[in-house]
T-cell receptor, first 116, second 115 residues
Framework: AQSVSQHNHHVILSEAASLELGCNYS??????LFWYVQYPGQHLQLLLK??????LVKGIKGFEAEFIKSKFSFNLRKPSVQWSDTAEYFC??????????????FGTGTKLQVIP | GAVVSQHPSRVICKSGTSVKIECRSL??????MFWYRQFPKQSLMLMAT?????????EQGVEKDKFLINHASLTLSTLTVTSAHPEDSSFYIC???????????FGDGTRLSIL
C-alpha cells in the first residue's frame, strides 16, 4: 500500500522568506505525485503534479516541486512567500494504473502561516 | 469552471439519525465521484469511488451498509450515513472528475457532528 509523509505539520514564515515543505512517499513502483492547496474557507485545489518527464515541476503562483526518485521525495518550494500563501498544503500520490488521478493517497497536510 | 457543490456544509444531529450529504458537479458531467473522510489532524482518507449508474467501490474497512452511496446522475452523488453515532463525527469531502484521467475537483466539505 502507498503512504505519504509530511513531516512539517505547522510552518510559520515571514513574508519574502523561502519555503520548502517536505513530502516523502512509500510505494513499490512508479507513482504520480501531487501537491494540493486549501486556502482558508475554500476547497482543495491542485497546485502542481508530476507524472513523468522533467523532475522539476512548476505550478501555479510561483510554486515548484522536485521529484527525487532515490529519496522518494517530492518537496514543494517557493523562493519568496507572500501573506496570501497562508493555507494548508497536502502532498498526494496515485498509483500508475489509476488513470492519473484516482486512488489518491493524501499526506496529513502542512499548515503554512505567513506573517506580514 | 469545474465547480463542485457540497451540501450541507455543517450538520449536527442526534445519535441514531441518518444523514444525507449531497455532492453536485455544477458545470461539468462527473462520471466518477469520490468520498473522503478527514479526522482532526489526519489526512483525507478515501472512503469510496462511485461511477454514475453503478455500485460504489468501497475502500477496505469502510462499511458499505453504514455509508450508502448513490450516484444516480452525472451531476449528483449522495452519501447517507445511516444510524449515525458519535464516532461517525468527522469532516466528509466529495470530489468529482469528468473521466478517470482528469483531475478531481473538490467540494467544500461537510462537518458532521453526532451528539
Amino acid at each position: 500500500a502507498q503512504s505519504v509523509s509530511q513531516h512539517n505539520h505547522h510552518v510559520i514564515l515571514s513574508e519574502a522568506a523561502s519555503l520548502e515543505l517536505g513530502c516523502n512517499y512509500s510505494y513499490g513502483g512508479t507513482v504520480n505525485l501531487f501537491w494540493y492547496v486549501q486556502y482558508p474557507g475554500q476547497h482543495l485545489q491542485l497546485l502542481l503534479k508530476y507524472f513523468s518527464g522533467d523532475p522539476l515541476v512548476k505550478g501555479i503562483k510561483g510554486f515548484e516541486a522536485e521529484f527525487i526518485k532515490s529519496k522518494f521525495s517530492f518537496n514543494l518550494r517557493k523562493p519568496s512567500v507572500q501573506w496570501s500563501d497562508t493555507a494548508e498544503y497536502f502532498c498526494a500520490v496515485t498509483p500508475p494504473n489509476s488513470g492519473g488521478y484516482q486512488k489518491v493517497t493524501f499526506g496529513t497536510g502542512t499548515k503554512l502561516q505567513v506573517i506580514p | 469552471g469545474a465547480v463542485v457543490s457540497q451540501h450541507p456544509s455543517r450538520v449536527i444531529c442526534k445519535s441514531g439519525t441518518s444523514v444525507k450529504i449531497e455532492c453536485r458537479s455544477l458545470d461539468f458531467q462527473a462520471t466518477t465521484m469520490f468520498w473522503y473522510r478527514q479526522f482532526p489532524k489526519q489526512s483525507l482518507m478515501l472512503m469510496a469511488t462511485s461511477n454514475e449508474g453503478s455500485k460504489a467501490t468501497y475502500e477496505q474497512g469502510v462499511e458499505k451498509d453504514k455509508f450508502l452511496i448513490n450516484h444516480a446522475s452525472l451531476t449528483l452523488s449522495t452519501l447517507t450515513v445511516t444510524s449515525a453515532h458519535p464516532e461517525d463525527s468527522s469532516f466528509y469531502i466529495c470530489s468529482a472528475s469528468s473521466t478517470e484521467n482528469q483531475p478531481q475537483h473538490f467540494g467544500d466539505g461537510t462537518r458532521l457532528s453526532i451528539l
